[in-house]
């Protein structure tokens, strides 16, 4: 039947391995799928749909809670705030993340320029990092 999908045939339309799929349906992020006569588990266009979606937003940093968070609340289908917080939300978490690595390449410069004149003053620095 057109629109029913093995997980197999999912594997290779969305490159996820099988193990991924399975972990969705047990936290949740995709219903049980309904299974054919030979017990195999039939997925639809919807469940690609939503895989695919799982995957896009989980690559711009969302976790598989707050993923769960969106789908089940039905947050993304409802009140246009509570998008506009989420986001916000997570982008005030990736500038803080920014600025951690900003740092943290800055004193890695800071402690090459040191080597590269033999200058121990970096080595200080870098001590007085760490302990923090």
Known sequence: MEGDYTIGD???KLNINKE???????IGLLSEPKKNANGY????EKDIEMIRFI??????????REISILIHDEI???NIEDIKRIVEGKINELSVKINKLEETK???EKV??????KDMEGCKDMEIYLKK
């Open 10 to 12: 999912l594997v290779k």
């Open 20 to 26: 991924t799929i399975r972990y969705y349906e047990k």
């Open 41 to 44: 588990r039939i997925y639809s």
């Open 55 to 64: 995957c896009i937003i989980k690559n711009f940093g969302f976790s598989l």
């Open 76 to 78: 993304l289908c409802g």
């Open 106 to 108: 800055k004193l890695l």
């Open 112 to 117: 090459k320029r040191s080597l590269l004149s």
